[in-house]
């Protein structure tokens, strides 16, 4: 999966309000909400553009982008009430493949969790009803997130 090119500064803002559910036994942020809020993100950067997932199976027989490689690193917890901002900004477009940031900030500005996402665009493979595969990203979807 070769690299088309790096990115640009724009960062896609989403907001997340912490709810007593998605806490531990200790009272903040179990870990696995982290990744369900970066998921969320990543829709809503394209959502932004006029990108639904509507959209982008009519235009473009994309059938999502599922996860390839996810990691993250918690610099500070959250808890019950917070409203965290979560910035997204996609690093990297390869060919068929590309490759976000997702910076948390907690109420006091303070970094909470930095999220780093791989994904693939695919569409269905052709003749099956339900396999798919990676396919080449449209230039025009690059273009309106740049």
């Not at 490689?69 to 979560?86: H, N, T, V, W, Y």
């Not at 500005?109 to 339900?130: C, F, L, S, Y």
Request: proline share 5%.
């Amino acid at each position: 999966m070769g690299i088309i090119r790096m990115m640009s500064e724009r960062v896609f803002i989403h907001r997340v309000a912490v709810e007593w559910g998605d806490c531990d036994p200790a009272g903040i942020v179990f870990f696995p909400n982290y990744f369900r809020w970066f998921d969320q993100a990543t829709w809503r950067v394209f959502d932004s553009v006029g990108l639904t997932r509507e959209v982008l199976r009519a235009r473009y027989g994309n059938e999502g982008h599922p996860l390839v490689k996810a990691g993250a690193e918690f610099q500070r917890s959250a808890r019950p009430g917070d409203r965290l901002k979560i910035d997204s900004k996609i690093e990297r477009w390869g060919t068929k493949s590309f490759s976000l940031i997702h910076t948390v900030y907690n109420p006091d500005g303070q970094i909470g969790a930095i999220g780093h996402e791989t994904r693939v665009w695919t569409v269905r493979k052709p003749g099956t009803d339900n396999e798919l595969v990676g396919a080449a990203i449209p230039k025009e979807v690059m273009e309106l997130l740049s």
